[in-house]
DNA sequence: TCATACAGTTCTAAAATTGAACTGTCAAAT
DNA sequence: ATTTGACAGTTCAATTTTAGAACTGTATGA
């Protein structure tokens, strides 16, 4: 599978791996979110080689996630801010963050507290319904096939009902 | 940077990035949540090479994220099952869904619906504050070092802040 | 005996990433 | 007037990853 391949998959996820499901680029996000806006930022933010910031960039702005803008003329100088597109990721920056709060913090805690304007205090992101407003665990969600679906023809297999015959004894 | 220095930065979305930031692991992680347990039903599922597949099995056993459990002796076989750790990806997963079902869905629509047991309708992700309960937008949410931070010093640098000296206007 | 299911491992070729140097414009300092 | 430094890239060889295909080995059923 070629990445761009990934884009034309029938499936929200795989499409969004597509535009941003690589490493640098997610970094290259967080930085967007942290305030981040020229190439010698994101580069000494992140120790990244200058050719890859450079095409991730360039990715970035013709997946419309970022916007380039000029700020100054000669020589020409553009930053780089996030689109309203790019701003919708917050969720999935969020949800990276909260995982990582969870489970791979050390014993000093966490590197980053995140405060809510609003209500003034340090919260963590709870992902809920829409419908009713109770947090969504996986157990709880069913999927089923939308309008964009591919044909049940065309769809892939996936593990053999297990049709047990008679094997040696499961454990 | 290398990968598994990943792991040691101070910030939990670049620990949560060294652990599932890649595309296959990803994808991988998306068939795990559609009850694919089996070697052969990730492979058939998503094309990944054998070998990359078998990598990044044994990475995310490693990290804990999924626990390999024999299903039959002679030969073993065994299951790859989501741990809690991996259960608690979900949030991660749905955001991505979210965005791709908000920015990349052809005239055809979204591929997958999902539906909640709980209230029985479908709904979309939607990611609010732990502590009130609102919506969390980017705009609305304010930073700053927490027990586990970096010192000051070791920090990295971000833009110079502009200083504007006499530069040829900006545009 | 032969074909098939399953879960890998091994190998080479192709692609992506790293690291370092280089380009070019302009401002400020010497 | 010349040098230095900031900035935003580009170029290129060397290394690392990934892709693609074949191979290993146990066991079942025909």
């Known amino acids: 599978m070629k990445w761009d391949e990934l884009e034309e998959e029938p499936c929200s996820m795989a499409r969004t791996i597509g535009v941003i499901g690589d490493r640098w680029t997610l970094l290259i996000l967080r930085e967007c979110f942290l305030r981040?806006?020229?190439?010698?930022?994101?580069?000494?933010?992140?120790?990244?080689?200058?050719?890859?910031?450079?095409?991730?960039?360039?990715?970035?702005?013709?997946?419309g996630v970022l916007r380039r803008?000029?700020?100054?003329?000669?020589?020409?100088?553009?930053?780089?801010?996030l689109t309203q597109k790019g701003l919708d990721l917050y969720p999935?920056?969020?949800a990276l963050v909260h995982w990582g709060d969870t489970h791979m913090v050390d014993e000093r805690g966490r590197p980053l507290l995140h405060q809510h304007r609003k209500c003034g205090k340090n919260f963590d992101p709870v992902m809920v319904c829409s419908e009713c407003g109770e947090p969504l665990l996986a157990k709880e969600v069913h999927t089923h096939p939308g309008p964009g679906a591919r044909a049940p023809s065309e769809r892939i297999s996936r593990d053999k009902p297990a049709k047990p015959k008679t094997r040696k004894q499961a454990a």
């Not at 803008?69 to 100088?77: D, G, L, T």
């Open 69 to 81: 803008i000029p700020y100054q003329e000669s020589p020409k100088r553009h930053e780089y801010i």
């Open 36 to 63: 981040t806006r020229r190439f010698e930022g994101f580069q000494s933010a992140l120790g990244i080689t200058r050719h890859l910031l450079a095409e991730r960039l360039k990715k970035l702005v013709r997946q």
């Open 92 to 94: 999935i920056m969020m």
